[in-house]
């Protein structure tokens, strides 16, 4: 039996009011073939069993789907830890007053790609980053503590401690960091967000500098493609995606050779138990013999495959960083 994963991302929705340009979801209308109600319960009692730290629903627009009362209800019940990922624009008091009674201590990531309306609505659409920012408002005076989720890009990586210091006046205290990965929509967008290798080592580069200069501050929660530490695509983490299928890491949502089974098939556990994640990602060639093996293994597996063609690739940005400086922490690292 392997450890459970440490997070299980699902994708409750296709549906989505927006339709960000960076985004790998299949935004717009919810599918038929999207697990059902009684699935989903099914779902989080074997994750539940299984022991997994915390069960992250995103979507699409995880508010869009009718049944997400019934089903945090349900999670509650149950003692599942939830995490809902949202874009925050649908959020209104009724909203709130309702996930305060259904589960009070609900993790709520909220998505901002810019501290101002110019950089995020380019990336999220007009208006998203007013409503946004009135939604974690409104969230942060009743009581939650929601983490700002944000994307490093070719435009929005400069005005990265703008976008702490933003978070920080409207009472954020976390947040999220990751990096921009051509997939989905991203892929016909990538001019206008992608960077070469070399942009790509500054931008994080800096952004690891500006967090050092808040770990005091805030809680950091970050992405092992912009912390550099070995990816955690179904080593201790997993996607379920709409439809049931299970990845290893979203990003690898249209890539078949990635599907690990499907949950309407057997359960998550027995599809987890049965993964290796060495046979789908061998270490490429040049890490075998590379000191920094076990501390970095060859980077972000997505970064890999979406920007260098294969898994066996490695990510040259993180590797450049990797071996210019071998130890980059953080004190408050989610
Ligand atoms: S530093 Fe480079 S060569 Fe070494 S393990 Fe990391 S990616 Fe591989
Ligand atoms: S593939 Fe990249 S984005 Fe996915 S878990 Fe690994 S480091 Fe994170």
Request: proline share 5%; with cysteine.
């Amino acid at each position: 039996m392997r450890n459970p994963p440490k997070i299980v991302e699902f994708e409750i929705t296709l549906a989505c009011n927006l339709r960000c340009i960076h985004c790998y979801c299949e935004a717009g209308q919810r599918s038929p073939l999207e697990l059902s109600t009684s699935e989903i319960k099914s779902l989080m009692d074997d994750l539940k069993a299984l022991g997994v730290w915390a069960f992250d629903i995103v979507g699409g627009e995880p508010l869009l789907r009718s049944d997400i009362y019934e089903l945090l209800e349900y999670a509650k019940k149950i003692d599942l830890r939830v995490m809902i990922n949202t874009n925050g624009t649908l959020i209104s008091e009724d909203i709130v007053k309702k996930l305060r009674d259904i589960y009070p201590d609900l993790m709520i990531g909220i998505s901002l790609d810019g501290p101002d309306p110019e950089t995020n609505d380019f990336v999220r659409g007009r208006g998203s980053f007013e409503k946004a920012v009135r939604g974690i408002e409104l969230l942060t005076k009743s009581g939650f503590d929601p983490v700002v989720l944000n994307v490093i890009n070719k435009r929005n990586w400069k005005k990265f401690e703008d976008m702490i210091n933003l978070a920080r006046s409207i009472g954020v205290k976390k947040i999220y960091v990751d990096r921009f990965i051509p997939v989905g929509r991203g892929v016909v967008n990538r001019e206008k967000l992608d960077m070469s290798d070399l942009d790509w080592i500054k931008a994080i580069r800096y952004v690891r500098e500006i967090m050092k200069n808040y770990e005091n501050d805030m809680t950091f929660y970050v992405e092992e493609n912009i912390t550099g530490d070995p990816c955690s695509a179904g080593v201790t983490h997993a996607s379920v995606l709409a439809s049931g299928w299970v990845v290893p890491c979203g990003h690898f949502r249209y890539n078949r050779e990635f599907y690990m089974g499907n949950v309407r098939e057997k359960p998550f556990s027995e599809i987890w138990n049965s993964f290796d994640p060495a046979e789908y990602f061998p270490t490429p060639g040049p890490c075998k013999s590379c000191e920094f093996l076990k501390a970095c293994g060859g980077g972000c597996k997505a970064v890999a495959y979406h920007r260098y063609g294969s898994v066996e690739k490695l990510d040259i940005p993180i590797c450049y960083l990797r071996k210019q400086s071998n130890n980059f922490h953080l004190k408050n690292w989610g």
